[in-house]
């Protein structure tokens, strides 16, 4: 019975559902809504669950495939699909959108309907841009999802600014994409079709390959993001709400990595070795820049959005390096810094739902009268240093023996970055955890709460899982990055 089902198209189809079951709900009734969302975003954890219990990880194909007859003319068709790369962001969507929907329980108090609305829309648009298999249907979803991060940043953002950095995310990456918007209508017009399997086997021309690479280009390195494209990603973190920072961190800088592996790469590998050199070179420049802005912040949730920038940037150099151990890595670390910037960020929420600040001079000596809030800081800051036993450490260690394969010195270099993440890491927690109790600032001290102690345990397990059972995740992906690195070599 379960053979017949496709699980993919259940998981696309569940926040749907949950939405219009939602829209039914009157506004006044909260509890409902949140209960109904909260019940939805969970259905549709468990149905992703349900495609990794029925993925084949010996094939490298495209599996759970579903092609819909949408627009015949014009030779479109909506297809959808997963392989070991998207398998995983799909879960990582998944399961992040709970824990948004749990921290926010008491927090939003105002448009509470249309903030889970916001919500379960964000999560089908997630789904659809990592099991898309059209490229106009990716670039339509791609973008679309700017809509309700929109929404989520300049409404229920938590400071004066939020409108500012809500127009600012809005505009910085949807220009960055109108160069893609460019190319994909060059593709369409030259090859007929926006087919993504199609398009793998198009053979451009060497010109063409450089001038569309640089046009995807423009769009992913917003997304992730690259220095110099970075200068919204600090404003929308420090602006947005504890669960906005949560899924953008977690999810929607990954989009980029994900759009470098399923279309940068594939579709134009002669231009992606000739532009390795400047990837190399802006991922170095991040990687030492954004570590060193680090140690200048004050607010928490700029120290934390400027580390991203630093750890997003081994991202890109593990992708470029096109051997096994680098692209696998990458993946690694990026389901990796998806929990591990997603706890960092609930902790600061933490702190902001209780004190409503988050400069850094007001905070220390906090293990004295939160002892449980400081052992998870502990932890989650240990684990984006990359210690040993963490999922942060696989990733970073299988990225550094790719880079080594292609630039000694890129990986010498870049490992420096990670002596910088741990001086700002472990400067930051002693600077929250320990030292003197500002007793000045604040007088009352509360713990974490249950339900902010069951948000954080389960990233805490999966952290652990990823880097002490690593093979558990990387049987999944290699044989999908052995097919696409061998298509790069053969085309």
Known sequence: MFETINPLLLTSVSPLIGLFYLLLIPKTNVNHCRLATLYSSCVTFLLSLLIWIQFNQSSPFFQFCKTINWFSSLNFYYTVGIDGISLFFILLTTFLII?????????????????????????????????????????????????????????????????RAAYQFFIY????????????????????????????????????????WLAFFASFAVKIPMVPFHIWLPEAHAEAPTSGSVILAGVLLKMGGYGFLRFSLPMFPVATVYFTPLVFTLSLLAALYASLTTLRQVDLKK??????????????????????QGVEGSIVLMLSHGLVSSALFLCVGVLYDRYKTRILKYYGGLVQVMPLFTIFFLFFSFCNIGFPGTSSFIGELLVLLGSFQSNIFLTFTI??????????????????GFGSLKLTYFTLFQDVSRREFYILLPLLFLILWMGLLPNNFLNEIHFTVSGLLEHCSNS
């Open 99 to 163: 824990l948004c929907i749990l921290v926010s329980w008491e927090s939003v108090t105002y448009y509470v309907k249309e903030y889970l609305i916001s919500f379960l829309l964000l999560e089908f648009l997630l789904i659809q841009v990592f099991s898309v298999l059209d490229l106009f249907l990716f670039y339509l979803y791609f973008e679309s999802v700017l809509i309700p991060m929109f929404l989520i940043i300049g409404i229920w953002g938590s400071r004066q600014r939020k409108v």
């Open 415 to 432: 490992a420096f970055s990670i002596i910088l993440s741990a001086g700002y890491s472990i400067w930051l927690l002693n600077r929250i």
């Open 303 to 324: 120290i934390i959005a400027y580390s991203s920038v630093a750890h997003m940037s081994f991202v890109t150099v593990g992708i470029f390096t096109l051997n096994t």
């Open 173 to 212: 990456t949807l220009i960055g994409s109108l160069l893609m918007l460019i190319g994909l209508v060059y593709i369409y017009l030259n090859v007929g079709t926006t087919d993504l399997q199609i398009l793998w086997n198009f053979n451009f021309s060497e010109t063409q390959q450089i001038l569309l």
